[in-house]
């Protein structure tokens, strides 16, 4: 399938999916809101078998104990590349990003951390500055009562019969590095140096 028509499936099927009356059915609970909408969010809408693409609670190894991470996906069918924390609609999911950057910091290979609350979906990958835990930010985020064509378009990118984690993964890094550019370039705007202040001036040709 070409990307077009990836993009116009996606809509579709968002567009056909009730998940309003799948929000009120979750409630405050977890179970339900992973069976009621993040695998059909993953089943339905990007493409994902639940036989060949992924486990539930799937043990990763934390120091000397043993957890368990509500869904992992294995795209090659080996370890996995992707883990999935589910909460309920209810919770702010903001409060659970240590508990994900732990499942990842223990594990190597995991590419991405999808953090959801079967509403909001936000992707992360890991730090520039450490590749060991995931950047603080997602990279990526979309939501079910709030969403536009290019946040449609950016979801293609992990449909499944054409996910390409390199490219995700490059995307990321640039979308990471535009961030920290401008916060940066904010920051000196606002308190512009004595040698910052003279560039802008011989730019300007030396002139008042």
């Not at 990763?60 to 795209?75: F, R, T």
């Not at 290979?109 to 060991?132: A, P, W």
Request: aromatic share 12%.
């Amino acid at each position: 399938m070409e990307k077009k028509q990836i993009v116009q499936k996606i809509k579709k099927d968002l567009s056909n999916w009730n998940f309003n009356k799948a929000i009120d059915a979750s409630g405050s609970n977890e179970t339900n809101t992973r069976n009621f909408l993040i695998e059909p969010f993953f089943n339905r809408i990007l493409g994902y078998n639940p036989i060949d693409d992924y486990l539930h609670e799937y043990s990763v190894k934390i120091g000397e104990s043993i957890k368990k991470v509500d869904m992992a996906i294995a795209l090659s069918g080996g370890k996995p590349d992707i883990l999935i924390e589910c909460k309920p609609t209810s919770r702010d999911t903001a409060k659970d990003f240590g508990q994900l950057n732990e499942y990842c910091l223990y594990n190597k290979e995991v590419k991405i951390g999808v953090l959801t609350n079967g509403v909001v979906y936000k992707f992360y990958s890991r730090s520039e500055d450490s590749n060991e835990i995931l950047h603080k930010d997602p990279f990526f985020q979309f939501d079910l009562t709030s969403y536009d064509d290019l946040d449609i378009e950016n979801l293609s990118n992990f449909f499944r019969k054409t996910i390409s984690l390199s490219e995700i993964l490059e995307n990321a890094s640039e979308s990471y590095f535009i961030e920290n550019f401008n916060k940066a370039l904010l920051n000196v705007l606002s308190e512009p140096s004595e040698d910052f202040i003279k560039l802008i001036y011989r730019k300007m040709g030396g002139k008042r």
